[in-house]
């Protein structure tokens, strides 16, 4: 049966891995990596492996469950940060997770404390992005007790996460915090922190300037590796191959038509006031896939001259105009992948996904 297909070259992964995995070694930080963004596939993190990386990430402790049980021996942080109901599988699948609720740490602690094991944490610190954290000095001091009374937890780092909801970039200064709460909480509390945890892929800007602040040894990323991309700092990564994920759909009509619509102009399939730039007429090839299979706006048409044009729940419009005459139906288009276009394709029912190695 046709499908549309996913294609990871894992060579590409593997070599992309050992690149940032070195750079940051030697830099005394440890490279985590997010395995959220392929739904933890296991050929890709073996790609990893190979690369050598040996810390890995996800924000669903199902995929940590596939992963570990598909590759016995790994070890994982759990990144989201987990439901009460989740405590008893925070402690069975993760090695250690990102905290920030006196609720749910205490619900951790409890189920560590029934499975006999101590439970390593790191606390996050919000440091103006607004998603998860500790806000401010007097939360972390009513926190900070509190932990120390859950005998089935150990605080062992703090971490803080950025350009994801208020999309703010990393700085020396929102950085810089991690180092100095440590030492306050050491000192204060007698906690022993040794992990200072940032992120993600654009986190790795202050690395690259030499302007990490000393004391930061793990940085989350998934993104740099997998695409050689940052998309908060809006920039490639030079030196690291883009297109290790590629998006395969086939023609299935090829016409010329105006690039306005025509008739009176309601809502589109969303319920959004889409803006139709006249181009006059175009030569535009429909494939068959759509929203129900990957993110198309984080597609980009491979083939010389061709662009993505828009998407409905199962058909992507490529505008092949300027692709002198060789597109053909039943041709396969083929899509470099952003990040929200492997999110969806691995997670989607519907698309094939086919390992390449080299
Ligand atoms: C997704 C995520 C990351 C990784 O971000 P990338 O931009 O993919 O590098 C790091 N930390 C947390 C908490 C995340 O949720």
């Known amino acids: 049966m046709y499908a549309p297909i996913l294609e990871i070259d894992t060579k590409k992964v593997t070599e992309n891995a050992k690149k940032l995995h070195d750079f940051c070694a030697q830099r005394g930080v440890e490279l985590t990596f997010v395995t959220k963004g392929f739904s933890a596939r296991p050929e890709v993190i073996r790609a990893a492996l190979a690369g050598g990386i040996t810390s890995f990430a996800d924000s669903r402790l199902k995929n940590i469950r596939a992963a570990k049980q598909a590759i016995p021996g790994l070890k994982y942080l759990l990144i989201r940060i987990p439901a009460i109901m ?127 602040p000393a004391g930061i040894n793990q940085l989350r990323v998934g993104e740099a590796v997998l695409y050689g991309e940052d998309t908060t700092g809006n920039r490639f990564l030079e030196g690291y191959h883009q297109d290790a994920f590629r998006f395969k759909a086939q023609v299935v009509e090829l016409r010329r038509k105006p690039s306005v619509p025509i008739g009176e102009l309601g809502r589109d399939g969303k319920g959004d006031t889409p803006e139709y730039p006249d181009r006059g007429v175009r030569l535009r090839a429909i494939c068959a896939a759509g929203k129900q299979d990957v993110a198309w706006a984080a597609l980009t048409p491979m083939l ?29 288009l083929t899509f470099r992948c952003g990040y929200m276009a492997v999110l969806d394709a691995t997670t989607s029912a519907y698309v094939d996904v086919q390992i390449r190695e080299g």
């Open 86 to 212: 989740e405590a008893e599988d925070v402690v069975r699948w993760a090695d250690w997770s990102l905290q920030s609720q006196i609720e749910v740490i205490r619900a951790v602690s409890e189920a560590a404390l029934r499975q006999g094991k101590i439970h390593p944490i790191i606390l996050m610190i919000d440091v103006g992005d607004l998603r998860e954290g500790v806000f401010g000095r007097a939360q972390l001091d009513e926190i900070a007790p509190q932990i120390k009374d859950c005998a089935g937890v150990e605080l062992v780092g703090l971490g803080t996460n950025v350009g994801c909801y208020g999309s703010v970039l990393p700085s020396v200064e929102n950085t810089a915090v991690l180092v100095e709460l440590r030492d306050y909480l050491n000192k204060k509390y007698g906690f022993s922190i040794s992990v200072l945890s940032a992120g993600g892929t654009c986190a790795l800007k202050l690395l690259e300037d030499g302007s990490m």
């Open 304 to 332: 010389p001259g061709a662009e993505m044009i828009g998407a409905s729940s199962d058909h992507l419009i490529v505008d092949v105009e300027d692709c002198g005459g060789q597109v053909q139906v039943g041709d396969w």
